[in-house]
């Protein structure tokens, strides 16, 4: 089954089914041969300020400098990078990946206790730190083995006057910089002044050293860090390239970057793929203001955007978004969760854009799954398998099984991470012995070679014996009018074993319970049909959208079971 390859057939015109692994050795020789076509172009946009990819291609320079020069960082030291969507983030990346160091990204939004967990399992010589989260560093860094931090306010490489505006504007007048001491922090931009009087030698990047230690699970049990390496980011950024670049004209497009880089999704499909292809990456800080985000959307000309769900229909609800111009819109990607029907068709209406939804896991770098860019309308499926990637269906045994049956997907290809950082026994049970990566996602595969997730094995809700699939809930339940979000659990039932529970934000504060409940008899079969229905202002998430099921769960399981 797995040989026939089914979706080579439905492949869009132009798209290889193998990539070539062999044109670029590092992200370094991609970034190099960006900088060498379109040195005067712009790179990144932050605040209304651009860097070219001349000057990031200095800036990263001066940076590595630092590094190897100042801090005698060896090969494979691990830098710790803790900051939002800013100019310092690519020049970071880019520096700490010339100087042949590994990027450790970081959540910003982390905890003191999340932040230590990681620095001390990744081993970080070096964290580099936006002055609002100073505060979170100032509790840990005596238990880490970080030995230099760099602190940086978000408008430092905004050029004057701007620069100090947004740095005091920040600190003194939204107050969104807590007090912090961290004695001998060096700051970002004397750091770079520093590289720039060191001479940054040659280093020997090779595609199987670690570029990225990116952290994962941290939702499901402890965070483990996915080796990724110079090969598998590669790899990934070809794939999804090849896939996503029919239409895009290179040198021109401008790509709305409002997932953080640290996550990725955004790190390949934003801030490789369209590096490669000259493109402009439109940084956005704090998409969660959204009024301040649909703004930057006014004049930023934009021709392509990704994002998680959450995001879309955040925009979607936002006055202003639908009377935005649209006209240059070629392309939106959605990934990092399920796509909504009711987000999807909305989108169409309002842009006139298919949103097309990919698939993809921190442990393939990410992409290993998109739907043909030339997709008129939503069609519920993850899409087709990338070039140089297989994908199939297991069931508990290994055992791959049959067009239409709900399974295990499993992936294999070159964007597969090398495994977890020290934790030899956990990438056992993630990749088996035949090289097969268990995503731990059920799903099922049409005739068509496409791809269909049905949820994540953990959260499926076992009804009198039925399988529930919360996804299902949530995308119907999401298509009803009033409802602006909303999350489906299972919880104990003494005669069901489970019954589902729903968590729904309103859009329409008349919303009722009964409503729910009447729209969700129309529309689903009995047992899937929620018996409990609570309303809330908001829902937990993650900080790139992604609802935290597993944090209603525990919320609910310290509750007495209710009839």
Not at 6 to 17: E, I, L, R, S, T
Not at 125 to 133: K, R
Not at 405 to 420: A, D, F, N, R, S
Request: net charge neutral.
């Amino acid at each position: 089954m797995i040989q026939d390859r089914p979706w080579f057939k439905n492949y869009p015109a132009g798209v290889p089914h193998e990539v070539d692994l062999e044109g670029y050795r590092s992200i370094m020789s991609v970034l190099d041969k960006a900088i060498e076509k379109h040195r005067a172009r712009p790179a990144f946009r932050n605040f209304g300020k651009v860097l070219t990819y001349g000057e990031i291609d200095t800036l990263s320079r001066q940076f590595a400098a630092y590094l190897l020069g100042e801090l005698g960082l060896k090969k494979g030291d691990r830098v710790a990078l803790m900051m939002p969507n800013c100019l310092q983030y690519p020049v970071a990346i880019f520096g700490t990946l010339r100087a042949g160091l590994t990027v450790v990204n970081v959540n910003p939004l982390y905890t003191p206790r999340e932040l230590r967990h990681q620095l001390v399992d990744a081993g970080a010589s070096v964290l580099v730190v936006v002055d609002n989260f100073g505060h979170t560093v100032e509790q840990v860094i005596a238990d880490t083995p970080v030995r230099q931090v760099i602190t940086t306010g978000l408008g430092d490489l905004l050029g004057f006057p701007k620069g100090p505006v947004v740095n005091f504007v920040l600190k003194y007048i939204k107050k969104m910089v807590p007090d912090y001491s961290l004695k001998q922090a060096v700051r970002y931009r004397d750091a770079l002044s520093i590289g720039a009087r060191h001479t940054l030698p040659a280093v020997d990047i090779q595609p199987d050293d670690i570029a990225f230690l990116q952290y994962t699970g941290g939702t499901t049990g402890v965070a483990k860090g996915a080796m990724l390496t110079h090969r598998n980011l590669v790899a990934n950024m070809l794939q999804a390239g090849e896939w996503i670049s029919q239409g895009l004209d290179e040198g021109k497009e401008v790509i709305i970057t409002a997932l953080p880089l640290y996550h990725i999704f955004a790190l390949t499909a934003n801030g490789l793929v369209f590096v490669e292809n000259g493109g402009l990456n439109h940084l956005i800080t704090n998409p969660r203001d959204m009024k301040g985000f649909v703004k930057e959307l006014k004049t930023s000309g934009f021709t392509a955007i990704t994002g998680v769900n959450t995001l879309f229909n955040g925009l979607l609800n936002t006055p202003g978004f639908e009377s935005l111009d649209f006209s240059r819109l070629k392309m939106t990607l959605g990934g990092g969760m399920a796509v909504q029907r009711a987000v999807a068709e909305r989108w169409k209406q309002v842009t006139g854009v298919t949103l097309v939804e990919a698939y993809g896991l921190t442990e393939t770098s990410p992409a290993a799954c998109i739907n043909p860019m030339n997709l008129k309308d939503y069609n519920g499926s993850i899409g087709l398998p990338v070039p140089s990637t297989d994908a199939c269906v297991m069931d508990d045994a290994g055992q791959p099984l049959g067009v239409g049956e709900v399974g295990e997907l499993c992936l294999k290809g070159p964007q597969v991470m090398k495994g977890y950082w020290k934790r030899p026994e956990e990438t056992a049970k993630a990749i088996d012995a035949n090289g097969w990566l268990h995503t731990g996602d059920m799903a099922k595969m049409d005739e068509g070679g496409f791809f269909y997730i049905v949820d994540r094995k953990k959260d499926m809700i076992l009804v009198s014996g039925f399988n529930v699939y919360p996804n299902e809930i949530e995308d119907v339940v999401a298509g009803m009018p009033g409802v602006l979000e909303v999350a489906a659990i299972g919880v104990p039932d003494d005669r069901s074993g489970e019954t589902v529970k729903l968590f729904v934000v309103p859009k329409d504060p008349n919303l009722t319970t009964e409503q729910v409940k009447a729209f969700c008899r129309e529309n689903l079969t009995g047992y899937k049909q929620p018996r409990q229905i609570e309303f809330r202002k908001e829902l937990p998430k993650t900080n790139v959208g992604k609802i935290l099921r597993k944090d209603l769960r525990d919320a609910e399981l310290g509750k007495p079971s209710q009839h």
